[in-house]
T-cell receptor, first 116, second 114 residues
Framework: SAVISQKPSRDICQRGTSLTIQCQVD?????MFWYRQQPGQSLTLIAT?????????ESGFVIDKFPISRPNLTFSTLTVSNMSPEDSSIYLC?????????????FGPGTRLLVL | GDSVTQMEGPVTLSEEAFLTINCTYT??????LFWYVQYPGEGLQLLLK?????DKGSNKGFEATYRKETTSFHLEKGSVQVSDSAVYFC?????????????FGKGTLLTVNP
């Protein structure tokens, strides 16, 4: 497994502003993922962030709105840009520690975002 | 595309009752299957997993068997406790590309009363 931390744990932001969420892992991992969990809903994958390459975004998510950085094998950031109340969600990062073929992902504690 | 359908909640049980949360999936190929649990105010934790047909995943008294013939991965526990109150998510992993993508069901809220 892996120990994953996220900062901030929660925030309240004004519409039109941007927030950068950090994800730190205690070991080097190839694959990191960012998910969104809207209130009362399931998790939706935003993008996959592999070190040394551009993030791969899922349908409905674009880089201008959710820019991602992956500067090394233990760290990634997700920025939520030009926020609106509809962006109020829990944002989670996850990692797949090793390519064992079991595709098991481990999740951080999440960042709870409220946009007013 | 891949999809996961799980039992609508909420589910309310008394302590020591038997629990079943149904989960069925649609996928191309041979996905791995997972159950994750989200306790109040916390992130997701992996509860159990199965990587091939007829595998049984188990953890903390919970079990689920990968049934390829019925495309199901139902979660069961013989005797639930108040501490099991949480949201349970069934998920599958798509092995189709170079990236592994988890597809989640909508989640089932379980409340266990003393």
């Amino acid at each position: 497994s892996a120990v994953i931390s996220q900062k901030p744990s929660r925030d309240i932001c004004q519409r039109g502003t941007s927030l950068t969420i950090q994800c730190q892992v205690d070991s080097q991992v190839t694959m990191m993922f960012w998910y969104r969990q809207q209130p009362g809903q399931s998790l939706t994958l935003i993008a996959t962030a592999n070190q040394g390459s551009e993030a791969t975004y899922e349908s409905g998510f674009v880089i201008d709105k959710f820019p991602i950085s992956r500067p090394n094998l233990t760290f990634s950031t997700l920025t939520v840009s030009n926020m609106s109340p509809e962006d109020s969600s829990i944002y989670l990062c996850s990692v797949e520690p090793t390519r064992t073929g079991t595709e098991t992902q481990y999740f951080g504690p999440g960042t709870r975002l409220l946009v007013l | 595309g891949d999809s996961v359908t799980q039992m609508e909640g909420p589910v309310t049980l008394s302590e020591e009752a038997f629990l079943t949360i149904n989960c069925t999936y649609t996928a191309t190929g041979y996905p791995s299957l997972f159950w994750y649990v989200q306790y109040p105010g916390e992130g997701l934790q992996l509860l159990l997993k199965a990587t091939k047909a007829d595998d049984k995943g188990s953890n903390k008294g919970f079990e689920a068997t990968y049934r390829k013939e019925t495309t199901s991965f139902h979660l069961e526990k013989g005797s639930v406790q108040v501490s099991d109150s949480a949201v349970y998510f069934c998920a599958l992993s798509d092995r189709g590309g170079s990236n592994y993508k988890l597809t989640f069901g909508k989640g089932t809220l379980l409340t266990v009363n003393p």
